[in-house]
């Protein structure tokens, strides 16, 4: 099943890579921000992080360098 807010957040994912290592610190916590808002919206649970990319396996190569993902937050057990 595909959601229709795929391409909206890979295009976000790829646009904060290239913030990050780009434009000012300022612009990119404020749209780092937005994208998190956007997403917690879209998907309860999920948020963004930038995460060290590495392949499954036994040998985890790593795989892409760093960039922006996301992932579902933590729960607290009951």
Do not use: K, W
Request: proline share 5%; aromatic share 8%.
């Amino acid at each position: 099943m595909s959601n229709p807010h795929q391409a909206t957040i890979a295009q976000q994912l790829q646009e904060l890579d290239e913030l990050y290592y780009t434009a000012p610190l300022a612009l990119y916590e404020a749209t780092l921000r937005l994208a998190v808002a956007q997403l917690e919206h879209i998907l309860p649970g999920f948020t963004i992080a930038f995460a060290e990319i590495y392949t499954i396996g036994s040998e985890r190569q790593a795989h892409g360098g760093m960039c922006h993902v996301f992932l579902p937050v933590e729960r607290n057990a009951e």
